[in-house]
DNA sequence: TCTACATCCTCTAGCTGCTGGAGGTTCAAG
DNA sequence: CTTGAACCTCCAGCAGCTAGAGGATGTAGA
């Protein structure tokens, strides 16, 4: 029997990440001590290990929440766990499409600084002129 | 003069948006109309205009209101320009070596699942078992 | 057994960068 | 003078945590 403390050790999770996974449902409510802190079982220490690996390669809560459900049917079909790997997938292509955009933008602007004072600084100018842009960054976030 | 609705529309900016912005202080308030209603002028065009696609370019709220007061005063230094921009660019750099770290574990984990039922489903099998990663992706988050 | 102190508990609020809605006012056209 | 779009303020919510207050529990050493 683990403390929560010493689940977050071994998955390198914060206990108050631990505390909100299980309020919002992605994590079972755990057995508790007699006076009332959580105690978890390795079958636990694997759930959440599978949630946060999940994380790491940027599935959001909801997708890792379908895995879960998945995972705990060995019987459903593994095109659903599949379609759910390529979406994140593509989202990961997109994000990176975008990115490269900006890279190359901003080393532009970058590599055509002189530096001298702000009156002429080209940074500040193509922020002030977005024709001065080559490329295409329409969209914000992500 | 402007109302805030053709401002949205010239910037590409939700009305909801320009409040937040003037909110927060990136926006200064601007005149009114007799009835209470914002008018704007081209100044706060420019402003908003630079707002918005340095946004595009990524940089955070806090990085723009440093870039939105080196354009007010000409005679400082470009360099702290070129230092927020260089920043920036690298960031994105890193984010990019991030994402191209999960789009190889992602693509792996998609090529290799054979279509059969979960029980057996690559996809899960990975996330369940870290050892199974070729690539480093410990960092959870953008 | 007592005490110290780390760890645990719940609850609330905050972060970024918006976005949406309720409920009410103003403006411009016809 | 009416209509209806656009405006106003204020509040709440999104993801995915994170931090802190204020208090209870657990464990190790004296």
Not at 39 to 46: A, C, F, I, K, P
Not at 102 to 129: H, I, K, W
Request: aromatic share 4%.
């Amino acid at each position: 029997m683990l403390t929560i403390g010493t689940l977050a050790k071994k998955t390198g999770t914060k206990v108050q990440t631990i505390r909100y996974y299980e309020q919002i449902g992605l994590l079972p409510e755990p057995g508790r001590s007699a006076g009332g802190q959580r105690r978890y079982s390795n079958s636990e220490l694997d759930r959440l290990s599978f949630v946060r690996h999940a994380r790491q390669l940027g599935f959001s809560l909801d997708a890792i929440r379908e895995l879960l459900d998945l995972s705990d049917h060995p019987d459903k079909s593994c095109a659903d766990a599949d379609a759910i790997a390529r979406r994140q997938l593509k989202q990961v292509e997109q994000r990176m499409a975008r990115l490269e955009a900006l890279r190359t933008e901003l080393q532009r602007m970058v590599r055509e600084c002189s530096g001298g004072d702000t009156a002429d600084c080209r940074v500040l100018e193509v922020l002030r002129d977005h024709s001065e842009c080559l490329t295409d960054h329409e969209e914000i976030g992500a």
